[in-house]
């Protein structure tokens, strides 16, 4: 295991941990709701490039990096694709249903001067 | 340094060097067609000379010839985007 | 050496650059399809990030789906938003609406940065015991010998969770529109589209058959090998050239539940012959494995493929 690799590896690491933090505030705080189906991806995105971090420490036996943790992401995208399409089909019908694409309360009309 | 891998580095500096002036044509051109102009540019030469310098690294033919592939099927889709956007740019343009 | 240690260094810090400041667009902008946009091109950074992790199995997969699936089933579903609901009150910038989540969201990140930093050192690693069983399966690559042998009943559970999300899905349609099929067929067919679902198709078979067959030995698998024949078989129901299939066909059903099916009757074989539930004997545990993973690729390769039509909304034809 070089140094090199290591540094590499705690790199892609820490990108994970900052795409965490982007995705969960993607989430939180915006309004649109598709947006925040986009924010759920990024989430995944960075915790599975900690998995990353952690796969191409464990490098061994001539392979670039541990398996196990390399097979478990592969099966997290397809689950958080799986996720992704149901929240959308949910999100779509929503917005069939109520013509609006969010949670936030509809904008107060604006109070016509008497 | 071999012959072999001087050719890589020359092929590979220069289809880099498309690939900056085509994303610097994409963001400075005034218009989609120019734009698209300079993006299948770097796409196809890019890219081919990119594939063309990694050629003499393949260590089997089956190599090579997958690389070539790849650039091919580039072309097919790099070719059929760049219609289906310049169809949409014409149509959009009498209304502008 | 160290010059070649630096640049490569460098690639990777431009790399992590792009993936934040990507994100931060997503965050940020306010043009819906721009945010779209972005986390596609995100999606193919991220397959470079992958392969500099070494992890090509995942790259394909992040590439394929990360990027290309998800991407489209993102611009489908903004195109119909635009469509059919009201676009969203803009909201004022006050403070308090994002500062409590911002500070909130960059602890979780200082946390997991902490967790980044404090990695054991040497690190655990199982590639050991992967390797030291490989022999035991007939495969080559250590990944799919993850995936289909060792933690074979994750990756079965995976299936039903995509079975079930296709379900989920397909549930949300109008009652009347129940059995039938999607509508993928835009108004106006370009003419390139049609020509490139005439001429792609077939290649993409092919590379999809060679997926699944190098797999077993190198970077590749079912999930690769069946999105790019999703992306095939979408490609040519966008195009116009064969309608969405109805979504009560006893074929399709068959050819969905099908891969997940014999993965179960494998497992419950190995009870029998073998040493328990999803292990295989070791003389035939390579075509064994190879078998599932031609039914599963087909399964998933529809599943998926279905997940981006979404819910049926033309009513069977009776």
């Given amino acids: ?76 995208i397809v689950v958080a694709f799986a996720a992704t399409a149901l929240a959308i089909a949910l999100l779509r019908r929503l917005a069939s249903l109520t013509g609006s694409a969010t949670f936030e309360a509809p904008a107060a009309p604006p109070r016509s001067e008497p | 340094m071999g012959l072999a891998d001087a050719f890589t580095l020359v092929c590979a500096v220069a289809g880099a060097i498309l690939f900056l002036a085509g994303t610097l044509g994409l963001l400075r051109f005034p218009d989609t067609l120019s734009r698209l102009h300079a993006l299948s540019k770097a796409d196809s030469l890019g890219l081919g000379l990119i594939v063309l310098g990694l050629l003499p690294q393949q260590a089997s033919l089956m190599g090579g010839v997958k690389l070539i592939c790849i650039w091919l099927l580039a072309q097919l889709s790099a070719a059929t985007a760049s219609q289906l956007i310049a169809g949409i740019a014409a149509r959009r343009k009498p209304q502008a | 050496m160290s010059l070649f240690w630096s640049i490569s260094l460098l690639f990777d810090i431009a790399l992590v650059a792009g993936l934040i400041a990507l994100a931060l667009h997503v965050v940020v902008t306010r043009d819906g399809r721009g945010a779209i946009l972005a986390f596609i091109a995100f999606g193919l950074l991220l397959g470079i990030g992958w392969a500099r992790l070494a992890s090509v199995d995942v790259a394909l997969t992040e590439a394929a789906i990360g990027g290309g699936l998800t991407g489209m089933l993102l611009l489908r579903a903004h195109a119909h938003l635009a469509r059919h609901a009201a676009p969203p009150p803009p909201v004022a910038p006050e403070p308090r609406r994002w500062l409590v989540p911002a500070i909130a969201c960059g602890l979780v990140t200082l946390a997991l940065t902490a967790v980044v930093l404090a990695f054991p050192q040497p690190a655990p690693s199982l590639a050991h015991q992967a390797v030291a069983s490989l022999e035991t399966t007939g495969l080559g690559n250590p990944v799919t010998a993850v995936l289909l042998a060792y933690r074979a009943i994750d990756t079965l559970l995976e299936k039903i969770v995509l079975i079930l999300a296709l379900v ?29 679902a005439r001429v792609l198709p077939p290649f993409g078979v092919l590379i999809a058959v060679y997926e699944v067959w190098v797999g077993a030995d190198l970077p590749g698998g079912t999930f690769q090998a069946g999105t790019i024949l999703a992306a095939m078989a979408l490609l040519v129901m966008l195009a116009g050239l064969r309608p969405a299939p109805p979504t009560q066909a006893r074929a399709l059903r068959v050819m969905l539940a099908g891969g997940p099916a014999l993965f179960v009757l494998v497992g419950f074989l190995g009870v029998a012959v073998a040493q328990g539930f999803l292990s295989y004997p070791e003389a035939i545990a390579k075509p064994l494995i190879v078998g599932i993973e031609a039914a599963l690729t087909l399964s998933i390769a529809g599943t998926l493929a279905l997940l981006v039509a979404g819910p049926p909304d033309r009513a069977p034809e009776p």
Avoid: K, Y
């Fill in chain 1, 1 to 76: 295991m070089s140094a090199m690799a290591l540094t590499s590896a705690s790199l892609f690491g820490l990108c994970g941990a900052a795409l965490v933090g982007i995705g969960l505030f993607c989430i939180v705080s915006h309004p649109d709701l598709l947006r925040r189906i986009i924010g759920f991806n990024i989430l995944g995105a960075g915790i599975f490039l900690v998995f990353g971090a952690v796969a191409r420490r464990g490098a061994a036996m001539e392979l670039g990096g541990d398996p196990v943790p390399q097979a478990m992401v592969i099966t997290g």
């Fill in chain 3, 168 to 196: 989920g899905v397909w549930s949300l349609s109008r009652d009347a529109a129940w059995g039938g099929a999607s509508q993928l067929q835009p108004a106006v067919v370009p003419e390139p589209l049609v020509f490139l």
